[in-house]
């Protein structure tokens, strides 16, 4: 596959369905870093993360007799939000497969923004199995979160548009849970970045991207206890070689350092991130050395986070 | 005085020290709003709100002498933070009367922009009296947050930026403590808006400025039981008329309108701004008739605000 192409076409794509976010700069936190950042904001996006890119660019390649059939997905976060907008946007029907015990303000947001919720257990293999069940009934197309090229591609065109906004980029951070941002932002970066390299921040508590870099093969996580619940995930077989391939290296932060950069952030950038957001930024204040004096772009993934619950 | 020469000047004059703040819309509060909104972002002012902008215009127009002997206001909120700021763009000291139990980040906050700190008793009368202690001793000019005409052109800038990008705006509304932001707001509205009235929106618990309006004279208050801290104090003599003049109406909003107003706002835009820059939304909310279907700016004043102590 051209990837290069793909990402080209994929920002042509979307581009009427969602927003072409804003950069940020704070001259504080560049002094508390060492480094000059710039902060993509994907919390402002459409459905309020990231998610919506590749969500968008998967459906929008859909045949027409597919489109009839609609798409499945299963995730009780911001894909699914981002699943059930798109489908909206294009006209299509949108089956969610959400665990029971998912909050009822996400099953609401879902339903909010057009998408059909179909509950299952909250195991894993439940929730596939449920999918799996509705693919039958309804004929509808099959969405992965994070492991689909069209999903991995369409994450892909945030960093474009920051490395057109700003082409000089040194390096490139992202968090990293299901694999499907970092390796399209990797790709971004090796296709329009000028020897740009891509790392991402993890949660050491979900420590699995960076094990599997280092054993080569994917490895998955006996617990998920972090904060950042939008990492919890673990890689796929469609960006695990893209990510080996492309990332130079996983920078793992704990969850104090997560909450202590998601206050820096709040506080100096005035912006509401979700925990998830703020790993990339930990990673960096983390291991400084590493991006001294360097020009950095972090994306920030995303805003949807429960105000009566912030751990400050 | 020409107030339309003056706030030409003052934009010019200020533009090299703050920022040009972005404008945010959001679709799912103007539903709920059943009007068009367009938020003006004080919040990403420089030191995080609009005082930003009278401070630096009243410093800018100091005399040579005076700029050598400094500047003293008394505050312990966000004018305190923007004289020192401002004092240190052009290179002059400010001298900041704050009240002993002023939380101690807030004192940080002023010297670490480098303003020299005096600490006061709490009253209005000690503070003002130590302001005038230091006037005798330094010579610095005392500049007042919201009453000094400079101070209140200063303000009106945020407005003619947002009508400059939006120049059909139908209505304008502010917070009201001072009355320095809503004075400047109102006259900029009145010169360069196309018919476009100026409102304000102002806590039940401090209503003040109601009243003064009512009655036809300043009214002060006897409790300033309100989480929006910025607006617990009362009109001066230079802002009044203006008001009394240039603003149509004030609309009081209750404790728990300002926090719901707060929260749809931080989850919506995705932004942080704090409880003062609330009450503006929470009276379009309140008196919705008044607004429907109408183009309405909003300034949201700030965005400094205590994480830990969240109404939320």
Request: proline share 4%; aromatic share 6%; with cysteine.
């Given at each position: 596959?051209?990837?290069?192409?793909?990402?080209?076409?994929?920002?042509?794509?979307?581009?009427?369905?969602?927003?072409?976010?804003?950069?940020?700069?704070?001259?504080l936190?560049?002094?508390?870093?060492?480094?000059?950042?710039?902060?993509?904001c994907?919390?402002?996006?459409?459905?309020g993360?990231?998610?919506?890119?590749?969500?968008?660019?998967?459906?929008?390649?859909?045949?027409?007799?597919?489109?009839?059939?609609?798409?499945?997905?299963?995730?009780?976060?911001?894909?699914?939000?981002?699943?059930?907008?798109?489908?909206?946007?294009i006209?299509?029907?949108?089956?969610?497969?959400?665990?029971?015990?998912?909050?009822?303000?996400?099953?609401?947001?879902?339903?909010?923004?057009?998408?059909?919720?179909?509950?299952?257990?909250?195991?894993?293999?439940?929730?596939?199995?449920?999918?799996?069940?509705?693919?039958?009934?309804t004929?509808?197309?099959?969405?992965?979160?994070?492991?689909?090229?069209?999903?991995?591609?369409?994450?892909?065109?945030?960093?474009?548009?920051?490395?057109?906004?700003?082409?000089?980029?040194?390096?490139?951070?992202t968090?990293?849970?299901?694999?499907?941002?970092?390796?399209?932002?990797?790709?971004?970066?090796?296709?329009?970045?000028?020897?740009?390299?891509?790392?991402?921040?993890?949660?050491?508590?979900?420590?699995?991207?960076?094990?599997?870099?280092?054993?080569?093969?994917?490895?998955?996580?006996?617990?998920?206890?972090?904060?950042?619940?939008?990492?919890?995930?673990?890689?796929?077989?469609?960006?695990?070689?893209?990510?080996?391939?492309?990332?130079?290296?996983?920078?793992?932060?704990?969850?104090?350092?997560?909450?202590?950069a998601?206050?820096?952030?709040?506080?100096?950038?005035?912006?509401?991130?979700?925990?998830?957001?703020?790993?990339?930024?930990?990673?960096?204040?983390?291991?400084?050395?590493?991006?001294?004096?360097?020009?950095?772009?972090?994306?920030?993934?995303?805003?949807?986070?429960?105000?009566?619950?912030?751990?400050?």
């Amino acid at each position: 596959m051209n990837f290069k192409e793909e990402l080209l076409k994929a920002q042509k794509r979307i581009s009427p369905y969602i927003h072409n976010t804003p950069v940020l700069t704070s001259r504080l936190l560049n002094e508390i870093a060492g480094a000059e950042l710039y902060f993509k904001c994907e919390n402002f996006q459409k459905m309020g993360a990231f998610k919506m890119r590749g969500a968008t660019n998967a459906l929008l390649q859909l045949t027409d007799v597919q489109k009839t059939r609609g798409v499945v997905t299963h995730s009780s976060g911001n894909f699914a939000q981002a699943v059930a907008l798109a489908a909206r946007n294009i006209g299509i029907k949108a089956y969610i497969v959400m665990p029971k015990n998912t909050p009822q303000v996400k099953k609401e947001a879902v339903i909010g923004y057009g998408g059909i919720v179909i509950e299952s257990e909250s195991t894993p293999i439940a929730r596939e199995e449920k999918a799996e069940a509705v693919l039958q009934e309804t004929g509808a197309t099959f969405v992965h979160p994070s492991n689909d090229i069209p999903v991995i591609i369409g994450q892909g065109t945030a960093t474009m548009e920051l490395l057109k906004a700003h082409p000089d980029l040194e390096a490139l951070i992202t968090p990293v849970g299901g694999g499907g941002l970092l390796g399209g932002t990797a790709l971004a970066a090796h296709y329009f970045g000028k020897n740009c390299p891509t790392f991402a921040g993890e949660p050491q508590e979900v420590d699995d991207a960076y094990r599997s870099l280092k054993s080569g093969k994917i490895e998955s996580n006996k617990t998920t206890d972090t904060i950042a619940d939008g990492l919890r995930t673990q890689l796929g077989d469609n960006n695990f070689p893209i990510i080996q391939k492309y990332v130079s290296a996983i920078i793992c932060v704990s969850e104090s350092e997560i909450i202590a950069a998601m206050k820096l952030i709040w506080e100096r950038l005035k912006i509401v991130v979700e925990p998830s957001s703020a790993v990339a930024f930990a990673a960096v204040l983390k291991d400084k050395n590493r991006f001294k004096n360097k020009k950095v772009g972090l994306i920030l993934s995303g805003g949807n986070v429960d105000l009566a619950n912030l751990p400050f």
